[in-house]
Each structure stands twice: as C-alpha cells, then as structure tokens.
C-alpha cells in the first residue's frame, strides 16, 4: 500500500509568487516524522523541513512551510516568493518506528518556476 | 545541516568490470547508512541499510552478492556493483543518520552516476 501520495507530477509557477506542493501520507503509528527534500538537475537530496507528528505548529524553515493537517493526513510544502533556483523534484517522505524506522518516499513532484 | 560525501560522482565502467561507490559523513558519526537506487524520472528506491560493524539488511529483490555493502567505520561505507552489467546502470545515492543528528533527519550525498557499457 502506498505509504506516501504525492499526486502532482508537475507543478509551474510564476517567479515571486506563493506554490504548494501536496502531499498526504498513510500510517497508523502514532508517532512519526515528515520530511521534504528538493532534488535539483544535480541529483543531490537536500533536506528542507521536518515536522513531527507530535508538534503543535507548522514547520517553518525560512521561505519554507509545512501545513501539516494531521486529522487529514496531509503534509503539503508551501513554497514562499519562488525563485528560479527553487525550480527542482520535491519529494516528500514519512519515517516511523513501526515501519522500522525508514524512510519512505513519494513520487516526487517537478517544480518549474518561470521568469 | 551534516555533511555527507560521496565518490565519484560519475563512473563509466565496462561490463563484467566491479565498482566502488564510497560514502563519507563528514562532519558526524552515521551509525547507519542507506543506499538508494533511482531511475530517471522515479522515487528513491531502498537497496540496503548499514549499521556500522554489522552486516547490511538488504531489501526484497536486491541481490545481496551483486551490491556488497561494507560499513566499517562510523563515517565511511561503501557500496560496490560486481561484475556490473548495463543493466546496472542507474544513479546510487547514499544518506545517513547519526545519534547527534536530531529528529532522525537523513542526509544525502550528491549521488554517483553509473554507466555500464
């Protein structure tokens, strides 16, 4: 069973606006970890953002956010003032202690960001 | 965020002929590691995790004699392809984790690019 959905393939959007990424995600353990990592052209994993299921607020990292619904299961990326540079895959991904602590990964989602 | 290298990047290799893939953390212990393998246009898929000094778990379908995994050293494991064939060809990306990195983040390398001729 799909652990992770992530069903925008690919994504545009205009330079300087506000883009969100979804993603939703299944698991009946309680205590978890959601993660966003942005692969350029290059191929490296670069970690953006985690939230755990237990914390109270949205991740935020800079112009990175995490809307996290827990009741819904969705831990969507929101993307502030996007930069040509944020043009890239986005995967997000779950860790928990019942599935052995692995992580498991979405399909990704290609980001364009035009000038 | 940690530091996590990878070498070489790039590796043209012919058939039949064995490759090594070295993964480093730089600036932590990784007591464990993972290697990935991903195709074009596709999702990390998990090939096998590393704790240091032990024996690598290997996932269904990988054959554990084709990909040796070697996780000597709390900052170094290595990957190697023997006997690689064109089929091999893929891009093997390495993480890992440590007891100091909070939240059980991952931290990738840049990924080796494997071509077998």
């Known amino acids: 069973a799909q652990k992770i959905t992530q069903t925008q393939p690919g994504m545009f959007v205009q330079e300087k606006e506000a883009v969100t990424l979804d993603c939703t995600y299944d698991?009946?353990?309680?205590?978890?970890?959601l993660f966003w990592y942005k692969q350029p052209s290059s191929g490296e994993m670069i970690f953006l953002i985690y939230?755990?299921?237990?914390?109270?607020q949205n991740a935020t990292e800079g112009r990175y956010s995490l809307n996290f619904q827990k009741a819904r299961k969705s831990a969507n990326l929101v993307i502030s003032a996007s930069q040509l540079g944020d043009s890239a895959m986005y995967f997000c991904a779950m860790r928990s202690s019942r599935l052995g602590n692995q992580f498991y990964f979405g399909t990704g989602t290609s980001l364009t960001v035009i000038p | 965020g940690a530091v996590v290298s990878q070498h070489p990047s790039w590796v043209i290799c012919k058939s039949g002929t064995s490759v090594k893939i070295e993964c480093r953390s730089l600036d932590f212990q990784a007591t464990t590691m993972f290697w990935y393998r991903q195709f074009p246009k596709q999702s990390l898929m998990l090939m096998a995790t590393s704790n240091e000094g032990s024996k690598a778990t290997y996932e269904q379908g990988v054959e554990k004699d084709k990909f040796l995994i070697n996780h000597a050293s709390l900052t170094l494991s290595t990957l190697t392809v023997t006997s690689a064939h064109p089929e091999d060809s893929s891009f093997y990306i390495c993480?890992?984790?440590?007891?100091?990195?909070?939240?059980?983040?991952?931290?990738f390398g840049a990924g080796t690019r494997l071509s077998v001729l």
């Open positions: 698991t009946s353990d309680p205590s978890y970890g």
């Open positions: 939230q755990g299921s237990y914390d109270q």
């Open positions: 993480s890992a984790r440590g007891t100091t990195i909070a939240k059980n983040i991952q931290y």
